[in-house]
């Protein structure tokens, strides 16, 4: 279980990652939409295509990288939320795209890397 310190983390990296995408043009659709087989921390569109994104934030590096936390499994069940999440949709998108924005924090400051396409 995640400690409260963690989970303020989380939700300051999370709109920290919101700010950035809409900075970038997208439009955010929803933010921390779940089902009975997990989460996805942000739906947002960009021109036709809807991005699955996955927010992992970190203080530091001591199990590892923000990024580096995002294995294979963890993608295959995005791909899989997303497909959930669009069955309960009455429009469609022209593409469906995974990407995993990690921020780490380092004396106070958020260093953010966006992978986009991160499958």
Known sequence: ?????????????EQLAVTYLEA?????????WRCRHGEIDIIAEEGPSLIVV?????????????????????LAR????????????????SAVRVDVIALERFAGDFALRHVRGAI
């Open 1 to 13: 279980m995640a400690t409260k310190n963690e989970l303020e983390l989380g939700k300051q990296g």
């Open 24 to 32: 970038e043009g997208m439009k955010i659709i929803e933010r921390n």
């Open 54 to 74: 996955e927010v992992k934030t970190r203080s530091g590096r001591s199990h590892g990288t923000a990024l580096e936390s995002v294995n294979s499994a963890k």
């Open 78 to 93: 995005l791909r899989m939320l997303a497909a959930k999440w669009l069955a309960t949709q009455p429009r469609t998108f």
